[in-house]
């Protein structure tokens, strides 16, 4: 398997040359994380039936010693069923449950809204050859003229940001998402994020944002997977008078369930307010 | 340790007997799940820094052949290193990390638009004893009287059961969020779940909610745990005109990224759709 630890991956790319789909970046990092050197075809979103032979319409592809296996999860399962004594990226069944779940918080919560906030600009840079197609495909997806659904998004991009308090939750208390190490909980996440950095052309997150240490940290991997020139600058989002804050200070809302209670001492303060004692 | 495999369990319940605590119920799945027989000490929110000695102000708590343990993660943390060769309650750093994720979400979604919704109905079903405790408290946490904040709820019940897709989500290919078998995963949100039967006057899900059949059987577990006769029915839920549908048919709206790719018999009628060739 796996001739000179090399595997074919076609690339899904913008006219920068930074990957775009989300799902293509997940499985980039996966790649990597088993400990392969990639052999990249690159290409955007036209003709890849064509490029692919006739495999695929969508990406991401790999090719494994001759061996075609398509789909981000179909990839990943065959990366750890195939290679079991290289670090797993799906380290327990309970995992791959949960970041399904994850994945679609996410994406219902935040690349969902994101696509509608940066649909033209997504569109501006992608390869000249894709322009018609992404124009059209992406019109019929969301309904509507990609400027007039991109237009207002000063409006949305805080509220996006307010609602990931779940992600920065479960980052307090760990550096990955994975524990101690990433795993593709990790990456499915962060090909979204990379995704987000591929179109964004104005930022959709605070420069203070708790979730910049993870997202950084994660663009380090794998010799600066996440670095590639072509991405936008992620951070500087300012919220006007009047919208939300784009994260919670101490603690967030939800710190009540994520408090420890260690005893009296700990929970006195809350006590007293509650029971309105001064 | 745990003498005649027993371990002292501080109840928090309702004037039916019920469990009432999300934290509370989730930790007696924990204890079961470690295969643990409970010593139960009842009661309600009313005299519990009494009844533990001055231990804790806060339940859960357990004592553990003399040794108290207090704080829902800090009591399975405990059961996790102290019976390492017992069934895993997190069988990886990465499960940890990835429920309080979906926990912040689940609590986020569901579990505070829910409170807003049977506050009154709390109150109405606590002990005697617990009645002005529960009205102040919450009536300070929720800013408003018990009565008006439930007010208008046939209104929202529809919608915060349509926000549940990422759970249905992640159980459409998985009997449990733990795999093949449940762990604290399950238990987490189960908890919440049971929390909300124990209060709810009105149904808050739908009579076909995909939820239904893994709520079932996670009530089913350890002799039918999760079946106290003081519950209240959790579906029967009837949308009116113009609600959004309380769950979503047919794979639901995130299907794309759910999808799996087998190549081009897979895509095309997506395909045909998106470029708009008929």
Chains 1, 2 share one sequence.
Request: charged share 25%; aromatic share 10%.
């Amino acid at each position: 398997m796996a001739k000179d630890n090399t595997i074919t991956f076609y690339d899904l790319a913008l006219a920068t040359g930074a990957t775009i789909s989300p799902f293509v970046w997940a499985t980039k990092y996966a790649l990597k994380h088993k400990g392969f050197e990639l052999d990249v075809v690159p290409g955007g979103f036209t003709g890849i039936l064509e490029r692919t032979g006739g495999q695929t319409e969508r990406l991401p592809a790999i090719v494994d010693d001759g061996k075609w296996v398509l789909d981000s999860w179909g990839i990943v399962e065959y990366l750890d069923q195939t290679y079991p004594d290289r670090p797993a990226l799906i380290p327990h069944e309970s995992v791959a449950t949960l970041t399904r779940a994850l994945d679609a918080w996410f994406w219902r919560a935040a690349v969902g809204p994101w696509m509608r906030s940066y649909c033209a600009d997504y569109r501006d840079q992608c390869l000249e050859c894709d322009k018609d197609y992404v124009t059209t495909s992406r019109e019929i997806m969301l309904g509507m003229k990609l400027e007039d659904m991109q237009a207002g998004r000063e409006e949305r991009l805080p509220k996006i940001s307010a609602e990931l308090e779940p992600l920065r939750m479960a980052l307090r208390d760990s550096p990955w998402l994975g524990g101690a190490a990433p795993n593709y909980a990790d990456y499915r996440v962060l090909g979204s994020v990379l995704w987000l950095a591929s179109v964004a052309r104005t930022p959709p997150l605070s420069a203070e944002d708790p979730l910049r240490d993870w997202i950084e940290r994660g663009r380090d991997l794998f010799d600066g997977l996440g670095r590639h020139p072509g991405l936008n600058t992620l951070y500087g989002l300012e919220p006007r008078d009047g919208d939300p804050e784009p994260f919670m200070k101490v603690g967030g809302a939800a710190g009540g369930i994520f408090k420890r209670n260690t005893g009296p001492a700990s929970t006195q303060a809350e006590t007293r307010k509650i029971t309105a004692k001064a």
